[in-house]
């Protein structure tokens, strides 16, 4: 079983709009989870983590991702979609496989905001 | 601090030409990931190093790959022989510590075409 899960491939959101980019889990103990963003030509970017805490993070440029345990969730969401927030977003976790700890991304969802 | 730094950024071969591309990792980070990315497979680790050692090169996907890092603001990727399969695009990230609470930061990447 995937370690981490991004459901959508694509999502399209109007521009002001709430976001939501979704984000499941499957690792034993306690995850360490990412949200990383990709714009095109350039290198993953990193967003936010949750690590241990209040279960709503904040990020950069007005993201914020809940973490929620019952669910095996950890959502990206913004309140106001920018144009410029469109953009390639990979969800990541930290996960132990063949003996070693490893940092697992998502498949990732492409993020369209329409002006 | 000027960000992970990769060369080339691109880098176009013929089938059967060794490849080297090349990595600085940022000053006092002690992790070094590197990764491939293509359409097909997405966003794949290939080997990480914990100060300057490799750790786990499960992903290496075959013995033309090779991974060096002599000290700790320097490594290296080959490929040799190259095939035409290994284009992609191939980012190197560092981190403070392994695999732990602390994000990846992202190199800008080489796009690789081997014809």
């Known amino acids: 079983a995937q370690s981490v899960a991004q459901p959508e491939d694509q999502v399209n959101v109007a521009e002001g709009n709430p976001l939501t980019v979704k984000c499941t889990y499957s690792?034993?103990?306690?995850?360490?989870l990412f949200w990383y963003v990709q714009y095109p030509n350039r290198g993953l970017q990193f967003l936010l983590k949750?690590?241990?805490?209040?279960?709503l993070v904040k990020g950069s440029y007005g993201f914020e991702a809940e973490f929620n345990k019952s669910q095996t969730s950890f959502h990206l969401k913004k309140p106001s979609a920018l144009v410029s927030d469109s953009a390639l977003y990979f969800c990541?976790?930290?996960?132990?496989?063949?003996?070693?700890?490893?940092?697992?991304f998502g498949t990732g969802t492409k993020l369209q905001v329409i002006p | 601090d000027a960000g992970v730094i990769q060369s080339p950024r691109h880098e176009v071969t013929e089938m059967g030409q060794e490849v080297t591309l090349r990595c600085k990792p940022i000053?006092?980070?002690?992790?070094l990931f590197w990764y491939r990315q293509t359409m097909m497979r997405g966003l794949e680790l290939l080997i990480y190093?914990?100060?300057?050692?490799?750790?786990?090169d499960s992903g290496m996907p075959e013995d033309r790959f090779s991974a060096k890092m002599p000290n700790a603001s320097f490594s290296t990727l080959k490929i040799q022989p190259s095939e035409p399969r290994d284009s992609a695009v191939y980012f190197c990230?560092?981190?403070?510590?392994?695999?732990?609470?602390?994000?990846?930061?992202f190199g800008p990447g080489t796009r690789l075409t081997v014809t």
């Open positions: 990230a560092s981190s403070l510590t392994p695999l732990g609470a602390h994000e990846q930061y």
């Open positions: 690792v034993s103990g306690n995850p360490y």
């Open positions: 949750y690590i241990t805490g209040d279960n």
């Open positions: 990541a976790v930290r996960d132990y496989s063949g003996g070693y700890q490893k940092v697992t």
């Open positions: 000053s006092g980070h002690n992790s």
């Open positions: 190093f914990n100060n300057n050692v490799p750790i786990d």
